[in-house]
């Protein structure tokens, strides 16, 4: 199974995200689009991962929790890596708490070679380029300023399905940790 540790979005922040996927969506392109009830801000990918593993992340996510307080992030503007002209991932970026999430990612041992910036995905896109419309649409893009409570982690499974991929959480941690 393919796992990951992440925030899951909630309802409110899933309707505005929604609402730019319809917006962008209406400008044209060839992007594969995020179910909004799957949003989320990843913190740690593990990719493949055999179920023996489940045990040894969960007691990794118990002790980031315990050393987390919980605390705010602000959902910002849309953006795209890795430019607005060739837009390879649509997403919703942080305008605060940006910070604490580096921490988090930091205390479940996350190992990537990119820098982490948190994010939550819109979209990805087919094409090599976006559209001059899809770019319009995406400059024109309000400044959601969402700003919501970050009290838990929670461990995904990413599992094929006819639409992509659906995704199903196993387990959650409660931030605990000293303020």
Known sequence: MRLFIAV??????????????????RAGGSFRWVDPRDMHTTLRWFGATPEERLPEIRELMARAAAAAAPFEIVYGGVDAFDSHEEARVVW???????????????????????????????????????????????????????????????????????????YEILYEAELTGPA
């Open 8 to 25: 899951a979005a909630d309802e409110e922040v899933k309707s505005a995200a929604a609402e730019a996927v319809a917006r962008l969506r």
């Open 92 to 166: 919703i970026g942080l305008s605060e708490g940006a910070g604490p999430m580096e921490k988090l990612a930091g205390l479940l041992l996350r190992d990537e070679p990119r820098p982490y910036a948190p994010h939550l995905t819109l979209g990805r896109n087919r094409a090599a380029a976006a559209l001059p419309a899809f770019i319009a649409a995406l400059k024109a893009e309000p400044v959601l300023a969402l700003r919501r409570p970050v009290t838990k982690i929670s461990l995904y499974a990413s599992k094929p399905a006819p639409f992509g991929h659906a």
